[in-house]
């Protein structure tokens, strides 16, 4: 078989050849001025992504990196913490702030809604105030997207702050991280902004900084006030992943000549064309329409055809790599990630990797039937 391989999981994802060749320069001295330079301008670009004037820094670290940044920062043991959970990830945030002594309400949505803002009210009313607040803007084991908006707006009544997940959205999906007064917004470098893993992006809001100034956990590696200090100077505490900010800069440009709405048009395709194609093919949808994932669809296989099986026939037939359910939804869903550097085309091509692989198992299916939905749904 070709040595081509088709990666459709929800991270890391495909990374352009631009941004490839960009981290191909030559190293440099992170302490010289050519990197203060590129670090500046890293950070204006990665502000207007995140649509915020807040400040904003670039970690080296994964995802789960920028989450504990988050929770080291703000949580003094016995906090009280409100975890908003949609799925696993919510999980793993709630997890940190237990982990750094939170007195931690649960506040948990069935897999594959959305949570729910009577229920928010209801827990703040018995077991509120909080001090923070957690919540996952883009559930990735679900393919589900929570109102931050509406969120955002209840927790900027109160004293407490917001701190939110957006892993998997920032740079596809419409994230106003100032209007929806996110006082810290994380995301990770190997979904939509196209680059490998290692890098999180953290901004901060400044209700967020006098609560950072005072916090009682122990933080070294991860703290925002060395970050900030460092900053000053357009410094990173400690060595960055010089060759990741490269592609940064590369990708943040790439995502900023298409232009901010046309990124945001085209992932919502890509999910409408996912969902069509599909469902045309038997699948059931976890999310609902109105709360669906632009960057993650999760696809309920028919019960004829286990999700293993498929997944196996997809990466052993055809180089094609989706991803599979986590926790719970182990073996029960399988999640097409279509983000980043990916294209309408693309999508048709996963829908007919899936629609060749349903056939081969012998399922009643005519072929060209997903594609077919998936390219009407693009019309
Ligand atoms: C929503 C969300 N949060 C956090 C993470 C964790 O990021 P990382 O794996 O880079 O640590 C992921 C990764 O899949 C994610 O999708």
Known sequence: MLNKHYLYIPGPTPVPPEVVAAMGQPMVGHRGDGFAKLHGEIVEKAKAVFQTDNDLFVLTTS?????????????????????????????????????????????ESPAGTALDMEQVDEIWQARGPFKIVLAT???????????????GEYVARTDALLLVDAVSSMGAMDIRTDDWHVDIMVTGSQKALMLPPGLAIVSVSPKAWPIVETNGSPRFYLSLLEARKSFATKNTPWTPAVSLFYGLNASLDMILREGLANVFARHARMALATRAGAKALGFGLLADDAIASHTVTAIVPDKVINAGDLLKMLSQDMNVTIAGGQGELKGKILRIGHMGYCSELDVIMVIAALEMALYKAGMAIELGSGVKAAEQALF
């Not at 237990?98 to 309400?105: D, F, N, R, S, V």
């Not at 803007?137 to 969120?151: K, P, Q, Y």
């Open 137 to 151: 803007h883009n559930e990735t084991s679900t393919g589900v997207t929570n109102d931050i908006a509406a969120l």
């Open 63 to 107: 995802g789960t990196g920028g989450l504990e940044t988050a929770i080291a920062n703000t949580v003094t043991p016995g906090d009280k913490v409100l975890a908003l959970v949609t799925g696993n990830f919510g999980e793993r945030f709630a997890r940190l702030a237990a982990t750094y002594g939170a007195e931690l309400t649960r506040l």
